[in-house]
Nanobody
Framework: QVQLVESGGGLVQPGGSLTLSCLAS????????WAWYRRAPGEQRELVGV???????RYADSVRDRFTIVRDNAKNAAYLQMNNLQPEDTGVYYC???????????????WGQGTQVTVSP
């Protein structure tokens, strides 16, 4: 069974940086794409960014040029590097991945449990 486990959340001051990690474990043939989402207090979950296996990426306008998704295929891991954090970046951040498991023709989508990021003076 595949699991995604996030870590790295916490409290940071405006203008600061934080890196979130997401580690996939279980029986994995390939991780096709990684994505990060977030849900601000009282808001719906929104896409932060996507990184495909081929290296293609896209980001929400609100985080472009500040956030970067990096993947480590050898470790089945992905990271969300966040710079110049602002209070509006506060929320629960979720890791998401399209993963192909052995003997399966199609990939399945998996979610992490979420990690809290709070940006406050």
């Amino acid at each position: 069974q595949v699991q995604l486990v996030e870590s790295g959340g916490g409290l940071v001051q405006p203008g600061g940086s934080l890196t979130l990690s997401c580690l996939a474990s279980g029986s994995i043939s390939a991780i096709v794409a990684w994505a990060w989402y977030r849900r601000a207090p009282g808001e719906q979950r929104e896409l932060v960014g996507v990184l495909t296996r081929a290296g293609g990426n896209r980001y929400a306008d609100s985080v472009r040029d500040r956030f970067t998704i990096v993947r480590d295929n050898a470790k089945n891991a992905a990271y969300l590097q966040m710079n110049n954090l602002q209070p509006e970046d506060t929320g629960v951040y979720y890791c998401n991945a399209d993963i192909k498991i052995p003997y399966s023709r199609k990939e399945s989508n998996y979610w992490g449990q979420g990690t809290q990021v709070t940006v406050s003076p």
